[in-house]
């Protein structure tokens, strides 16, 4: 049953000490997320990235075969300012990745190699809080990796993963859906906002193509607002809200 809009989130679970975060491309999770991160890796947490793409389509005026690296290098840089050193790409086409046993078993794949117990995705749903139409890549990887975290744990899903050496992995406790309408948890964004801010800024070529807007103002009137409207249900504090999904 969802919960009304007007409850309280609750903390998000604590007692863990791995994480992956899996989205379709560079931005996502810094749109998303990254404050949470900051704090997590800050507390001693390991925190490791997946994305299914590269972003090569994601700026018209630039061709993919330029844009893919260098959003790569800025997907990289972003990391390392949430202390996220571990970035990995799975190499499926930006804009067109489909929903499926491959993205399932790319995903299982990352999930039996960097054995996490938390679970981070981004708004798998079709729209924006009812809003605004969600892209088809956004879909796929977050429904694919709900799945994929059954998936990674049953040796008889994907059984060319044990043979490639991959054991399967049925710790994840949790998947967490970031951007979701219908969040249940929260972190304190507080500590890590200018974190968050400053790799937001890392992705500067997108956000300058994307709008005309001074960047740092641009990406710390997002993030702000986006804190402050989910403080309003979490004690006052700015926040990264969640939906929760156990296992």
Same mark, same amino acid.
């Given at each position: ?16 000490r791995? &994480? ?12 998303g ?19 299914a ?24 840089a ?12 799975l ?6 990745? /489909? ?10 794949a990352?999930?039996r ?16 809080d ?42 994840v ?5 970031a ?12 500590p890590?906002?200018?974190r968050?801010?400053?790799s ?7 956000? /300058? ?8 103002s ?11 409207? &989910? ?5 006052g504090?700015?926040?990264v ?7």
């Open positions: 049953m969802t919960q009304p809009r007007t409850s309280p989130l609750q903390p998000m679970p604590d007692d863990w791995r &994480a992956l975060a899996v989205v379709a491309h560079p931005d996502d999770l810094e749109y997320c990254a404050a949470a991160i900051a704090a997590w890796t800050d507390a001693g947490r390991e925190v490791a990235y997946v994305l793409t590269r972003g090569e389509a994601g700026i018209d005026m630039l061709e993919p075969e330029k844009c893919g690296p260098l959003r790569e290098r800025e997907q990289r972003s990391a390392a300012v949430v202390g996220v050193s571990e970035v990995e790409f190499d499926h086409r930006d804009g067109v990745i /489909e929903y499926g046993t491959a993205l399932r078993r790319d995903i299982a990352a999930i190699r960097h054995r996490p117990e938390l679970v981070i995705t981004l708004n798998h749903r079709d729209t924006w009812g809003a605004l139409w969600n892209t088809p890549d956004h879909v796929a990887v977050g429904r694919a990796t709900l799945d994929a975290a059954a998936d990674a744990g049953n040796r008889w899903i994907f059984p060319e993963l044990t043979e490639q050496g991959l054991e399967p992995w049925n710790g406790r949790w998947v967490a859906v951007g979701s309408a219908t969040p249940t948890h929260a972190v304190n964004a507080g890590g906002l200018d968050a801010v400053r937001l800024l890392e992705h500067r070529t997108y956000i /300058e193509a994307l709008t005309d807007e001074d960047p740092e641009y990406a710390r009137d997002f993030l702000t607002s986006t804190a402050e409207a &989910a403080g309003e249900r979490f004690g504090k700015p926040a809200a969640f939906e929760l999904f156990g296992r």
